[in-house]
Every structure is written in structure tokens, then in C-alpha cells.
């Protein structure tokens, strides 16, 4: 287990420093400055900007500070947003974004599996039937359409929850809706289906023929190998949750990391989106780290 | 005073009538033995009644008087708790994710260690493998688990299907006297197996079985020695016997193959040790030995189909490459046969599909015509026919999958076939046509034969000389005949003693 861990994280940092390299020089290649705007600068002063935030210098030279201070954990100044360093709205955005994205892997994982499993103990009945077209309704629908119907349904119309913002605990009911109900649908989808694999392996019928429980023999025998998918889908699916959901985060106005994101690459705030960049390659990882290590859990062959 | 008995027994699915109003009963103590060959309802007939099998039989099965036949789940499944079950495949039949240990504790109802290791110690296997995960058992010890298991709630009657059908012969003995020691308790014994000369060893009475019905049934002495239905004396006609005539072989000529020196590695474990051997146009060759013993591996590294480290391999006096730089006229000469022919064929494809996969890679000139030719050839030459080339695997039975998987072997024109365990997985009788076709075919193109087998029956029908392997190594060679008649080697002994 622990070789395992150790071989991951061997791997893990050349390819993060792989991802800084290529998002560098695409950013840079990229045509167009931070210091565009409707009105052009005069050359001199477009001069002292570059000269200001070393952007004068080889490309080769800036990469180098800019790992170098990396390394040291600085993450540099934004260019577009005068007077804060991107560690600074790294720091206001991610714990937002973490809340939501947490709250909704949760909910997803937990609504899905649950799903998967109902469905599996009377395959072919109403209820399985009902849960697979409900999950491929929520696969189906783009979160820019879930959203704004929550927020029709129960914040406008019903008035039960509030509509946007984060003045209360309740306001954040409907955006971890919004955002977890795909992945609910897609884990569901999956856990059904190994699930449905599962059911007919040998040692399923081994364990019905020892006089066990139908719960039992779903939840303790055929649900760990079934898990493998559902695992492999959550890891990049979590990163990619955590890190800002663009969409949600505006239609609900959550000050979240997605717009930084956002407006970072469309303004050319190098640093900015080269940090948000190292996080989301960060997270995404961890992530699959710990997917690894639940493989090792599900299955004592995958432990090597 | 029976413990369990079936009376009147049918099941019928989606329109078929599975089984006809089976009856047996199993004294206490008793063992009584299915057989009959595949499709003839055996497994039907001894897993319908617990509701582990499709379907809704009618009649009557009684275990300890409580009847089960028409009971829904939540009612059957204390009745089935008392019988344990043993099913034919340990590599897949135990949970991979959780612990012998854990597994043996949900079958025992209790987590007393000393208890547990009590249950695997009267099964042969000692305490440390409670906390070991099913993948790191051999075969022999996963079924030795499977019946701790089985057996753990001391249940009245055990139900084994096929137990030992997939371990080699030295394990066959070692089980059903486990099994035997168990029924010393008061435990009723209710047997499968198409291996009769088991059953006429442990079962005390016989059943056989065919098309679901039963055909004869009666004390297990006098249906082996005095049968009296055709289809039971083609069941003991059928069964292999070290004492039945030598077969006619045909004449090798020219040195074909030659592998010296040959060296596996898997990690720490030496798989192969300085193997060497020579193989002859039209000679056949039985790699025997036990599992684990390297014949597969070996076998597998001089076709370059697994891993070689060192050793050299020629072909008509010129070297073979390695596994990485054969090219079509090199696998042209040399194709296998594998064991389990469901799992070797691709399901999604039609028979003629993957007998003309082969051509497609090895003779990538010739036309789709011409492939469709050699295909309904090959199909013609197992004598299965051009019927069966839109159909798919799942649709075949396993002997007809192995014919194909033959035909697939055959189409290039081999002149060397591998056959890796290819009649293992099949039933005696249709095991027996298997290797009747492949004697015929190893007549009329005078085929080299590379068997792999555990099964030293399979050696006496095909093979001029057989080697026999030991943990990696060849310890003894010759002409198979009087090898098997004087064996030098442990690994032999055991063997012979053994079938």
C-alpha cells in the first residue's frame, strides 16, 4: 500500500510540473496582453508595466522566477486585479468553492449509490425502472437549466429558500442541488450497472446460497466490486467540483474560485490563471490518488 | 431415513422442459451422485429446489421433511441455510474483497477465532489463512476454503457441484476424502461430477441423469458395473482409463522443433528452469505435471506467446525471435488451443468471424472469398459445418466452442498446434470427442502436437512421449506408454496414482 502511495507521488510532481510548463507557454503564445483594453496604452507606459511585472524579460527567465517562486509558495500578483496577489483570491474563493463542491460530492455520492442500490434489489421492477430514467434525466440536464428551474420553482414561486448570495446556511440548498444532480445521475447510472455485473458473479451466489440477507449479500458482496467504476468517475469528477463551478457559481452569485477562472484567461491574468491552473491539477491528483487507494480497498488484488 | 429428497422434480424455462419429474433421495451419512453429461440437468436438479437457479420447479424436494418447493425467498432461506454449498470454480466462487477469515465468520454465525480456525483446521488448512484474501490461496486450498465454509454451520446435507472438476488429479482424492470425513458426521452428500471413477470411489449411490430426466438410478456398484441404459454405458465408454489399448500414432519424421535451455521468471518465483525439448513433423508431446508445475509457461514461452528470459527455441534448424519480433510466417506455423473456450472466443463475434481472424492477420493478401473458403473448410474439418458460422459463442455449447476454437487454430494451416488443457473444461463424454477429432486430425495432416495436461489419459490418447514437470523443471522424458508404466519421478508417481 504504502509502495503503492509512494510510486503515485513519484509520478504526481513531474506531472504537475508538466501541466505549469504547457499552460506557461500557452498562455504566453496565446495572442493579446493584461494590459489590453478599449483604450490602447502609450508605449511608454505600456513599457513600465512590462518592465514592473518583469514581463520584459526571456520567456525563459520568467518561467524560472515564476517556479521559483512557486516553490516558495507565492503564486505572484494578479495583473487585472490591481492590489491583490492570487494566493490572496485563491484564498477568498476556494474555501466557497470547496464548501459547494464538498456538499455536492457528498450529496452525489450519496444519492447515487443509494440509487444504484435500490434499483439493484428488484432489477426490472417499477422502482428500478423510475431511478434509471431519473438518472438519465439528471445526466441529461446541463446545470444552467437545473439552476435556474430551482431557483424559479423554490425561490420565486414557492419563496421556501433563498435565491442567490450566501446570507444564510439554507442558501446553499439549491446550488449543491444544482450541481450534484448530474454526478448523482452518473454515479447512480454506474453503480447500477456494476451492481447489475456483480449480481451474477459465482461468489454472489456463493454468499445467497449461505442463507445471508438480500441486503447483505448486495451491500457486503456485490456492491465493493461494482464500486470499482463509480470510484474511477468520482476522482476527476471531484476536482473538477471543487474547483469552481463556473455556472452554478454565477447563476447563483457565490462568490466562488469559477469566475476567477474565467475572467483570468479571458483577461490574460497569467498568474492568475497559471494559479488557479496548479490548483485544479493539484486537486485533480489527489484525487486520483485517493482513487487508487480505494481501488486497494474495494480490492485486495489491486494492493500489489 | 433420508435426509433430503427430490421427488417428481421439473422445471421448465422460457418454453424448455429443463428437467421431467426427477427423483433421488439422500440417506443420512449417504452420498448420492449425479451424472450424466452436459445439459443433462444435473446442476438444474440440485440447485432449482434451493431457488438458486432460474426458473420455478414443481414436484417436491424435502430437506429434514420441510418441504420447498413453491416457498418464496424470505421462507426458503432458512431451510437453505441448512445445506451448504460447494460450487465448481474456487477461483471465482469466494468473495475477492473480503478475508477467508470474514467470509468463513458470516457462514459460521460466530467471530470466535479459535473456532474459525478449528473449522479450517478439519479442512485441511492452517490458522493464518483466516486473514488471507481468497487471490493468495492456490486452487486446492480456495476449495478447501469453500467447503470450511460450506460446512462451517455443520449443515444436514451438502450440496458439490463438480467440486473438483477444476483442480488437478492429485487433488481430486484429497477433497472427496474431506468431503467423506464430513459425511462420517451425519452429513447427506449430494454429488455432481462426470468424473465416474470418483464417483464410484466415494458415492454410494448413482443417478444418471439425460435430458432431464432420469435415466437410471440404483446403488453406485451396480449402475457402474451393470449398466443398463445406453447413454450410461457411453458415460463409462467414455470415461479415459490408463488400461484402455494404446492408439495408432503416426510415423514423426523431420526435427520441427527444438527449445533448449529455456528459463521463466515471474518476479522472485522461477516458473522455468533450463527446460529443453525436441519435437518432431507429426509427434506429439505431453507436457504433464500438476498445477504450478510450469508446463504452461513453459509451453507458452517457446510458442512466444508468454515471457522467455533466456533459452533458445528453432524452428527447422533456424531460431525463432522473440515474442516481440514474431511475424506472420512465424505464427503461421505454431497456433493454440485454450483451455476455456468460452472465455477464448470473443462473444461479440460470429463463429466465422473469428475463425477467419487468423487469416486476416497471417495471409493478409487473400480475398474475403477466399477467407469465407478456408473458414467453412476449417468449420467442415471439425465436423461442425457451415450452420454454425453465423452463430455466436454464447450460443454453443462448450464442446461445439472448442471446435471452433480448433477450426480457429487450424485455418492457417499450422503445422504445430498448442493445446493448453484444451479438453479440461469439457465433460468426459464430450471431452472424449474432442480428442477423437484431434487424433483424426493429427492422422490426416500430420499434426505436431504440443499437450499440456494434467490429466495423463489425455497423454496416452495423442502423445508419442510425454515430460513430465516438477516445479519448474523436466524431470523425466520418454515414450509415453512406458513412462506412465514405470515412472521414475515423484511428480509422476503421484500422478499415475492419482487417475
Redesign the interface.
Known sequence: MLAILLRRLATALPTLLAVILLSFVLMRTAPGSPFDSERPLDAATRAAMDRTYGLDQPLIVQLGRYLGNVLQGDFGPSLVYKDFTVSGLIAQGLPVSLTLGGLALILAAALGIAGGILGALRPGGWLDRWIGFKSAVAVALPSFVTGPLLVLVFGLWLSWLPVSGLDSAAAWILPVLALATPTAGAVAKLTRTGLAEAMVQDHVRTARARGLSPLTVLVRHALPPALIPVVSYLGPAAAGLLTGAVVIETVFGLPGLGRYFVQGALNRDYPLVLGVVILYAGLILLFNLIADLLYGLLDPRARG | MSVYAVEGLSLSLNGAQLLEGVSFAIDKGGCTALVGASGSGKTMSCFAP?G?APGTPTGSARLEGAEMIGLA?PAL??I??R???V?Q?PL???????TIGSQLA??AGTRDRSALAAMLDRCGLPEAKLDQ?P?RLSGGERQRA?IA??TAHDPALLVADEPTSALDAGLRHAILDLLDRFRERGMGLLLVSHDLPLVAKHADRVVVLDGGKVIEDGRAADVLERPQHATTRALIAASPRLDSPAPLLPEPGAPLLSASGINVRFGKLAAVSGASFDLREGEALALVGRSGSGKSSLARAVARLGPCDSGTVTWRGDPLPPRSRMRAEHRRCLQPVFQDPAASLDPHWTVQQSVEEPLRHLFPDLASEARAERAAAALDEVELGSAYAKRRPATLSGGQAQRVAIARALVADPELILLDEATSALDVLVAGRILDLLGKLQASRRLAILAITHDLAVARALCHRTAVMDAGRIVETGDTAATIAAPQSQALRDLVSAS
Do not use: D, I, N
Open positions: 434451493f438458486l425467498e432461506r432458512p437453505r441455510a445445506a451448504g454449498f460450487f470454480q471465482t466462487a469466494l468473495t475477492p474483497h473480503l458470516e457462514a484474501y487471490h469453500l465454509c460450506a
